[in-house]
C-alpha cells in the first residue's frame, strides 16, 4: 500500500509540471512579462503631476531586500544544522540573518533608477 501512495504522489508531481512546460498560446506581445510597465507619477518642476509611462523593474529588484535576508538566513541555517545538528541550524540561521541584514542595509544599499519607455 506505501508503494502505491508513493507512486501516486510522484505521478501527481510530474503531472503538475507539464502545466509549467506547456508553451503559452498568446500571441499578444502586450500579455508577456518582459513588455508590462506601468505607469508612475512625477512631480514636474512647476508642481504639476504628470504620469510617465515607466518599465517595471526586475522581481529581484522589486524585492531584492526580501530575497538577499532569506538567502543568508537559509544559507546560515544549512551551514549551521552540518556543523552541530538542529540547536546549531538555529544558531547558524540567526547570524546569517543577521550578516545579511548588515550586509543588505549598510553596506551595499541600492537606489532604486526607473527607466522611461518611450513609444512614439
Known amino acids: ?7 501516486f504522489v510522484m505521478m501527481t508531481l510530474v503531472a503538475g509540471l507539464f502545466v509549467f512546460a506547456a508553451p503559452s ?3 499578444n506581445l502586450a500579455v508577456n ?4 510597465s506601468y505607469y508612475m507619477r512625477r512631480v514636474v518642476r512647476n508642481g504639476r503631476v504628470r504620469y510617465v509611462r515607466t518599465a517595471k523593474p526586475s522581481y529581484y529588484r522589486r524585492h531584492r531586500n526580501r530575497i538577499n535576508m532569506a538567502i543568508g538566513t537559509g544559507g546560515g541555517a544549512l ?7 538542529g540547536k546549531g541550524a ?7 540573518a543577521g550578516s545579511s541584514a548588515l ?6 544599499k541600492k537606489k532604486r533608477r526607473y ?3 518611450r513609444r512614439y
Open 79 to 85: 551551514i549551521g544544522g552540518l556543523l552541530g545538528g
Open 103 to 108: 550586509y543588505t542595509y549598510k553596506f551595499n
Open 33 to 36: 512579462a518582459q513588455t508590462r
Open 90 to 96: 538555529l544558531i547558524g540561521a540567526g547570524v546569517g
Open 1 to 7: 500500500m506505501k508503494k502505491y501512495i508513493i507512486s
Open 25 to 27: 498560446t498568446t500571441t
Open 115 to 117: 527607466v522611461k519607455v
